[in-house]
């Protein structure tokens, strides 16, 4: 059975930095590309990263870019996203997600909340 | 960056009812490799999303055959033939052609 847990969430002040782990089991983690998505309290899915199955590229949003990275150990079976200058409008839910080559986002972790608030 | 216009934005029906939910692009999401990656998902309250449908028409494993996608170019449309009460939820159209991928706002189906 596919699993994609996160965690790592919290409540932080604006400015600090956090760091998002996924952790994968039930497929080959090392064979595919992963994102991580958010999704602020109410509001709509919004794409944030991508990184693909061997490290060999990564994408942001441009609302993240330059303050996030998407990093991943296939040796561990995790993917990361580090959050640095966290603002009010990072709070949210962040999921990752498995994709495969037909663009299919076919399996999505349960979601770790993350606050921004002083 | 690709903007998706879903409508309704609620959708209110009867256990049976067929409906239909409209996915519009600001542009083609046929890729040059001759894919259009347009997805489906369902988001049911206090979970995460549940993928139903992708390459436009394919249906995830597990899914019912009830739901069903079509369309091609910048219209897609997810039709559900005969509604039953676990398919309440907001229901998101995503695009994967160009970058970064996007979501539709939303539609969120509500049962009589």
């Known amino acids: 059975e596919v699993q994609l847990v996160e965690s790592g969430g919290g409540l932080v002040k604006p400015g600090s930095s956090l760091k998002l782990s996924c952790v994968a089991s039930?497929?080959?983690?090392?064979?595919?590309?992963m994102h991580w998505i958010r999704q602020a309290p109410k509001k709509g899915l919004e794409w944030i990263a991508l990184i693909y199955y061997d490290s060999s590229n990564k994408y942001y949003a441009d609302s993240v870019k330059g303050r996030f990275t998407i990093s991943r150990d296939n040796s561990k079976n995790t993917l990361y996203l580090e959050m640095n200058s966290l603002r009010s409008e990072d709070t949210a839910m962040y999921y990752c997600a498995k994709i495969t080559g037909s663009g299919d986002f076919d399996y999505w972790g349960q979601g770790v909340m993350v606050t921004v608030s002083s | 960056d690709v903007v998706l216009t879903q409508t309704p934005p609620t959708l209110l029906a009867t256990i049976g009812q067929s409906v239909s939910i409209s996915c519009r692009s600001s542009q083609s999401l046929l890729h040059s490799n001759g894919n259009t990656y347009l997805n489906w998902l369902l988001q049911r309250t206090g979970q995460s999303p549940q993928p139903l449908i992708y390459?436009?028409?394919k249906l995830e494993s597990g899914v019912p055959n009830r739901f069903s996608g079509s369309g091609s170019g910048t219209d897609f449309t997810l039709k559900i033939s005969g509604v039953e009460a676990e398919d309440l939820g907001v229901y998101y159209c995503?695009?994967?052609?160009?970058?970064?991928?996007?979501f539709g706002s939303g539609t969120k189906l509500e049962i009589k």
């Open positions: 995503m695009q994967f052609t160009h970058y970064p991928p996007t």
């Open positions: 390459l436009v028409s």
């Open positions: 039930g497929f080959t983690f090392s064979s595919y590309g």
